[in-house]
């Protein structure tokens, strides 16, 4: 019986050429004298000719193919008996006119899993086949692909040499040293075999070998998406591929990307040196040349922003925002080398003078008629209150930075407004005691390091203003933690030379014996400076004379 009778019905056809058919096969081949590996087909004495290409053609280093090893094999046997699906073995006429049905697009298998046996699948096209009568198909399928995957995976392709060749000049120039010397042999083979080892991502590249037989490669991309198409990109560039180069890259430019993905590109244009005119566009939105000498005081022009703003939202939004980018805990920071102490010292100067003159406003030290339009139709607490959001916002960031010592010298010398804070109303005054009471709070909980000198100036010129303004503070609180506020006032009283101590911790039990609850409760701090004061003062003393 021959060949043909011991198939199965329909298992040929008869249909047009596709330009575009190919076939892929995972997990180990067969172990036939046509599927030899390389290092047993050098070692056998067989009539098979193999030819081993240099290494300056292999594939570069990339994700998806990180070792050289690019070769070609070329055999003169056939395989009368080949495999036509999982687990059952027909045989097939190993006359050369005759060649077993190709899929048109391959079928996923996972090549990751060991398996016992060889597999590979081989089914019809949905609506077209090859003719295997016809002779123009000979050499329809004259490449064989072979891809081994780092964790053991295996995927083969067989291919069209013209696509190939037209598509990929590393390929091309393979197949033609192949073509070459096989035209100087006596071997029959007519079956270019080529092996990429250590593929980390056989689907990857996969796909960028499907883009080759792709009309439209843009419309591909559209479903592939951004992040699988850098990993193509990476790829296109190391078998130079330049249809697929071009198409990834335009594509990208022309979507957005998220953070993840363009870190990856990032990433891989510090290993890949692209055409400058190919990559201009995608290089200007991951890095900025240009614009070096605007950026130099970006972070003043933002604050200056933030601090004119006069909606109320908009500001605390754009507060809130900033702060972020320029904490020193941001995920941002990169190069923040344009943000520096002297901008920010600059804004909050600027603060301080806006609030000097609305106290002068308040003391009806400015006649009225020399306000502007706009700050006459605001009312005069809610000016105050936003610049002093604005100098705690800025002393935030200073701290932040570890920049606020120098703050504590300039809101120490604030001298106009410390006696424009004894005649204002205390609608008013208590603004200022939520500055010092950010300082105090940063002093008392060790998130700000200054002087002594620089401490004691602070306390003795705002201590008694806050024990005026506690009260007003308690009930308009606007976010501040007032448990926290007396913790910390006695703690950075405590830090003072024992003789300030006693100033300071006095003129507190005098308004506290008054006022009561209106002040701070101070008195474990009290109990800690008299036991210090006193009861360890006597007993030095009596140690000493004893």
Same mark, same amino acid.
């Given at each position: 019986m021959d060949g043909s009778a011991r198939r199965k019905p329909g298992s040929r056809r008869e249909g047009p050429v596709l330009r575009g058919s190919w076939c892929c096969s995972f997990a180990v081949p067969p172990a036939s004298p046509e599927n030899l590996s390389l290092s047993r087909a050098k070692s056998l004495p067989t009539k098979s000719e193999t030819l081993s290409k240099p290494s300056t053609n292999s594939v570069p280093n990339s994700p998806q193919s990180s070792k050289s090893g690019l070769g070609f094999v070329g055999r003169t046997r056939i395989d009368p008996r080949r495999i036509l699906s999982p687990g059952r073995v027909s045989p097939i006429d190993s006359d050369p006119t005759v060649h077993s049905i190709q899929e048109d697009t391959p079928v996923a298998v996972d090549s990751s899993t060991p398996r016992s046996k060889s597999q590979s699948f081989r089914a019809p096209p949905a609506s077209s086949f090859l003719s295997s009568a016809s002779p123009e198909n000979e050499a329809?399928?004259?490449?064989?692909?072979?891809?081994?995957?780092?964790?053991?995976?295996?995927?083969?392709?067989e291919l069209n040499s013209e696509v190939l060749s037209a598509s990929s000049d590393l390929f091309g120039a393979l197949i033609e040293e192949y073509k070459r010397n096989l035209s100087g042999s006596s071997s029959g083979a007519k079956m270019c075999r080529i092996e990429v080892p250590e593929v980390d991502n056989l689907?990857?590249?996969?796909?960028?070998?499907?883009?080759?037989?792709?009309?439209?490669?843009?419309?591909?991309?559209?479903?592939?998406?951004?992040?699988?198409?850098?990993?193509?990109?990476? %790829?296109?560039?190391?078998?130079?591929?330049? !249809?697929?180069? #071009?198409?990834?890259l335009k594509y990208l430019e022309a979507v957005p990307w998220t953070e993840e993905e363009e870190e990856k590109l990032r990433i891989m244009f510090t290993k890949i040196k692209f055409n400058d005119a190919t990559t201009r566009d995608i290089l200007a939105r991951l890095y900025c040349r240009d614009l070096v000498d605007s950026?130099?005081?970006?972070?003043?022009?933002?604050?200056?922003?933030?601090t004119s703003c006069t909606d109320a939202n908009a500001r605390n939004e754009l507060k809130s925002l900033v702060k972020g980018l320029l904490c020193k805990s941001s995920v941002y920071e990169k190069d923040q080398a344009d943000l520096n102490e002297e901008d920010l010292y600059i804004a909050c100067q600027s603060c301080l003078g806006s609030l000097v003159r609305l106290f002068e406003e308040a003391s009806d030290t400015i006649p009225h008629e020399r306000l502007a339009k706009k700050e006459k139709d605001r009312p005069l607490i809610e000016? %105050?209150?936003?610049?002093?959001?604005?100098? !705690?916002?800025? #002393?935030?960031?200073?701290?932040?930075?570890q920049m606020a010592e120098e703050f504590v010298d300039i809101w120490a010398e604030q001298g106009e407004l410390l006696k424009m804070h004894e005649n204002a109303s205390p609608m008013v005054r208590y603004e200022l005691s939520r500055v010092s009471a950010l300082l105090f709070i940063a002093m008392g909980t060790r998130k700000m390091h200054c002087r002594s000198e620089s401490r004691s100036g602070l306390l003795l010129?705002?201590?008694?203003?806050?024990?005026?303004?506690?009260?007003?503070?308690?009930r308009c609180r606007k976010g501040l933690d007032m448990k926290a506020l007396e913790e910390a006032m006695g703690q950075a009283l405590l830090t003072l030379p024992l003789k300030h101590q006693y100033v300071l911790f006095m003129e507190w039990f005098r308004c506290f014996s008054k006022h009561g609850t209106e002040c701070p409760n101070l008195s474990k701090a009290f109990q800690i400076w008299w036991r210090r004061s006193f009861l360890r003062g006597s007993e030095t003393c009596g140690i000493e004379s004893r």
């Amino acid at each position: 019986m021959d060949g043909s009778a011991r198939r199965k019905p329909g298992s040929r056809r008869e249909g047009p050429v596709l330009r575009g058919s190919w076939c892929c096969s995972f997990a180990v081949p067969p172990a036939s004298p046509e599927n030899l590996s390389l290092s047993r087909a050098k070692s056998l004495p067989t009539k098979s000719e193999t030819l081993s290409k240099p290494s300056t053609n292999s594939v570069p280093n990339s994700p998806q193919s990180s070792k050289s090893g690019l070769g070609f094999v070329g055999r003169t046997r056939i395989d009368p008996r080949r495999i036509l699906s999982p687990g059952r073995v027909s045989p097939i006429d190993s006359d050369p006119t005759v060649h077993s049905i190709q899929e048109d697009t391959p079928v996923a298998v996972d090549s990751s899993t060991p398996r016992s046996k060889s597999q590979s699948f081989r089914a019809p096209p949905a609506s077209s086949f090859l003719s295997s009568a016809s002779p123009e198909n000979e050499a329809v399928f004259d490449v064989r692909l072979n891809l081994r995957g780092k964790n053991g995976g295996f995927l083969v392709l067989e291919l069209n040499s013209e696509v190939l060749s037209a598509s990929s000049d590393l390929f091309g120039a393979l197949i033609e040293e192949y073509k070459r010397n096989l035209s100087g042999s006596s071997s029959g083979a007519k079956m270019c075999r080529i092996e990429v080892p250590e593929v980390d991502n056989l689907g990857v590249f996969k796909e960028t070998i499907e883009l080759m037989f792709e009309d439209d490669i843009p419309r591909r991309l559209l479903k592939i998406g951004a992040y699988r198409c850098i990993d193509i990109l990476e %790829v296109s560039a190391g078998i130079m591929f330049s !249809n697929g180069v #071009l198409s990834c890259l335009k594509y990208l430019e022309a979507v957005p990307w998220t953070e993840e993905e363009e870190e990856k590109l990032r990433i891989m244009f510090t290993k890949i040196k692209f055409n400058d005119a190919t990559t201009r566009d995608i290089l200007a939105r991951l890095y900025c040349r240009d614009l070096v000498d605007s950026q130099q005081h970006l972070a003043r022009q933002l604050v200056s922003s933030i601090t004119s703003c006069t909606d109320a939202n908009a500001r605390n939004e754009l507060k809130s925002l900033v702060k972020g980018l320029l904490c020193k805990s941001s995920v941002y920071e990169k190069d923040q080398a344009d943000l520096n102490e002297e901008d920010l010292y600059i804004a909050c100067q600027s603060c301080l003078g806006s609030l000097v003159r609305l106290f002068e406003e308040a003391s009806d030290t400015i006649p009225h008629e020399r306000l502007a339009k706009k700050e006459k139709d605001r009312p005069l607490i809610e000016r %105050v209150a936003r610049q002093v959001d604005n100098i !705690n916002w800025l #002393l935030e960031i200073l701290l932040d930075r570890q920049m606020a010592e120098e703050f504590v010298d300039i809101w120490a010398e604030q001298g106009e407004l410390l006696k424009m804070h004894e005649n204002a109303s205390p609608m008013v005054r208590y603004e200022l005691s939520r500055v010092s009471a950010l300082l105090f709070i940063a002093m008392g909980t060790r998130k700000m390091h200054c002087r002594s000198e620089s401490r004691s100036g602070l306390l003795l010129a705002w201590f008694g203003p806050m024990l005026s303004d506690f009260g007003w503070l308690q009930r308009c609180r606007k976010g501040l933690d007032m448990k926290a506020l007396e913790e910390a006032m006695g703690q950075a009283l405590l830090t003072l030379p024992l003789k300030h101590q006693y100033v300071l911790f006095m003129e507190w039990f005098r308004c506290f014996s008054k006022h009561g609850t209106e002040c701070p409760n101070l008195s474990k701090a009290f109990q800690i400076w008299w036991r210090r004061s006193f009861l360890r003062g006597s007993e030095t003393c009596g140690i000493e004379s004893r």
